[in-house]
């Protein structure tokens, strides 16, 4: 039988001051499969092998939409800081964001540069390393990428960049177009994905501020526990998204 792609949903998220996404609808990249692009950098036997085929199906690069160098310090209370250039201070306090608290080892922030990801069915979401891009060496090289994964069907919330950096001596410099992380989708029975860009509506702003301050306020949940809380929330907002059809075939 014929396994019809599952379908899956993807926006740019408003930043810190406002509601909707402005010039992120422009700036944003579409999410690029992996494995096309890994093949355009190389010409490489292993890249007919089906194991390393599969590893990469439904796979995507998501990528930097804008020029930025980050930079690190202390302060004069022996406090660590990170710095960026020419942007300035709105577009730091909206899409960089550093925490004394994870900061007592290693240097580490996240790039806000969100993407929200939805479905009807599950579907498990990976983040990973980017490890076969090329041209990395003022960016990714020098970073411990965080990973992580969750089912987009059961939580919605968006995703960005994250890492530690391994030298802080040394900027960390994205040009837009970077690679900044793979993302692989992994549906039931391994279906091929269909990436379909769609608008932040109202009702998925909620549905996120739900899921993203819950951790605030019930902590240590692992994500089974976080799948049940959300469901109903989670139900609503897709009954509402995902349009019903009709079981007799006619259409409006």
Request: glycine share 4%; proline share 6%.
């Amino acid at each position: 039988m014929f396994n019809k792609p599952v379908d899956i949903y993807w926006t740019p998220v408003m930043n810190k001051d406002g509601n909707d996404p402005t010039w992120e609808n422009l700036a944003w990249f579409e999410p690029e499969p992996a494995f096309k692009r890994i093949a355009s950098q190389r010409d490489s036997t292993f890249l007919k092998c089906p194991v390393v085929q599969d590893y990469y199906k439904n796979t995507f690069v998501i990528k930097s939409p804008v020029d930025v160098t980050i930079t690190t310090g202390v302060d004069v209370h022996g406090k660590k800081f990170i710095q960026t250039n020419r942007m300035g201070q709105k577009f730091y306090d909206n899409f960089v964001h550093f925490k004394e608290e994870d900061n007592k080892t290693f240097y580490m922030f996240t790039l806000g540069y969100n993407y929200l990801f939805v479905t009807k069915e599950s579907c498990l979401m990976e983040m990973l390393v980017p490890n076969m891009e090329v041209g990395t060496e003022d960016n990714i090289d020098n970073m411990r990428i965080l990973t992580g994964q969750f089912d987009i069907s059961k939580w919605i919330r968006p995703v960005h960049f994250g890492g530690e950096i391994k030298d802080p001596s040394k900027p960390i410099v994205f040009k837009r177009g970077d690679p900044l992380m793979y993302l692989r989708f992994t549906p039931h029975n391994n279906k091929k994905v269909n990436m379909i860009r769609t608008e932040f509506t109202d009702d998925m702003r909620k549905t996120v501020e739900s899921c993203v301050a819950l951790k605030h306020f019930v902590s240590n949940n692992n994500m089974e526990q976080n799948y049940t809380m959300a469901q109903a929330t989670v139900k609503f907002f897709k009954d509402k998204f995902f349009p019903k059809k009709c079981p007799f075939g006619f259409k409006k």
